[in-house]
């Protein structure tokens, strides 16, 4: 007698996995990761190193001794991810006690608390990020020159200076102009001649990277283009309303701003399903940093405008939810 036998769906796999996406993004994350060994040195290769080997030991030792699950899932790349973006968001002279315990956080507190990956309703480098900025403003703030770092085992010696952000921020502060001459050529910060973390530099390398991710279709537009676009925009407008405010690509290119809209904003657990609520939430994320760099209290708002948006998620889907399959429109439905 012949059975029919029904398989769970999907019954057509596209061949896309967590594992490929999230090596697909270290892939893109690879050319700034190279910039930054370049222009911090041995520092940014320590602090990098740290963070993840950290991350991915924090997350096994969870996994299998807190949690006691059979599976391990450290070799899905997610933990790799998030080593690599949390050290992408930290000095390259942040001792090596601190850059564990951001790890700590990241994973045991941002991630594994809440079940894992995909459970998660904070992107986890962010946690990391904050709580350490939070615990250690004076480490965490102090940024050293590009090409000034110099990395033993028992000191970090560097030459610091004022980033771009912490620049424009004086400017507005203190209701000068002029001080905007500080600001490095807007060649330098494409290319990556400033100060800063790690993932500041290079903002044609990180672009490229955005591109590879559209391309291979690991993302999709909405969210790196309306971040970007609102910034662009409130930017242009605060610079003709008074030249104290940094034209908009100055904004662009500095801080963090297009390693967040394009690597982090996009997490895929932390962000919104669909098209219209991706686009709601790049706006609000664009409209938060703006107002967090110009009248908040750190010179970098985009950490915070991330983590806030990613709390609405949840009501951003639940507004936008995506059309049913078969479901009429309500016009037609009315008639």
């Not at 057509?12 to 892939?27: A, E, L, P, T």
């Not at 090596?96 to 608390?113: D, E, N, Q, S």
């Not at 949840?314 to 009315?334: D, M, Q, S």
Request: include cysteine; charged fraction near 10%; charge should be positive.
């Amino acid at each position: 007698m012949n059975r029919l036998i029904v398989s769970l769906s999907p019954h057509v796999h596209s061949g896309d996995s967590v594992q490929r996406n999230m090596y697909g993004v270290c892939i893109a994350l690879a050319p700034a990761l190279i910039a930054s060994l370049y222009f911090f040195g041995l520092g940014a290769a320590v602090v990098l190193l740290t963070s993840v080997v950290s991350c991915v030991l924090f997350e096994w030792a969870i996994t299998r001794f807190i949690l006691r699950r059979d599976k391990v899932t450290v070799l899905d790349g997610s933990a790799i991810l998030t080593g690599i973006l949390l050290g992408f968001n930290l000095p390259s002279t942040l001792p090596i006690w601190i850059i564990v315990i951001g790890a700590l956080v990241a994973i045991g507190i941002g991630k594994m608390t809440f079940g894992g990956l995909g459970q998660n309703p904070f992107n986890p480098a962010l946690v990391g990020r904050v709580f350490l900025l939070i615990s250690f403003p004076a480490q965490m703030t102090t940024w050293p020159k590009s090409g000034t770092v110099e990395y033993t085992l028992s000191n970090v010696d560097a030459q610091t200076g004022a980033t771009p952000l912490s620049i424009m921020q004086r400017a507005i502060s203190e209701g000068k102009p002029e001080i905007l001459d500080e600001l490095p050529d807007s060649m330098d910060m494409l290319v990556g001649m400033t100060g800063g973390s790690m993932g500041e530099v290079s903002a044609i390398l990180l672009l490229a990277g955005c591109a590879y991710m559209l391309v291979r279709k690991i993302i999709t537009w909405h969210i790196p283009v309306s971040i970007l676009g609102t910034v662009s925009v409130l930017s242009a407008l605060l610079h003709l309303a008074n030249p104290v405010y940094a034209s908009p690509v100055a904004v662009i290119c500095s801080g963090g701003l297009i390693l967040g809209a394009c690597f982090m904003a996009t997490d895929y657990v932390t962000s919104p399903m669909v098209a219209k609520g991706q686009v709601i939430y790049g706006i609000a994320i664009g409209v938060l940093t703006v107002v967090i760099r110009n009248w908040g209290s750190y010179p970098e708002g985009m950490s915070f405008a991330i983590l806030i948006m990613n709390a609405f998620t949840p009501l951003i889907n639940t507004y936008c939810k995506p059309k049913r399959f078969g479901e009429k429109p309500r016009k037609e439905v009315a008639k």
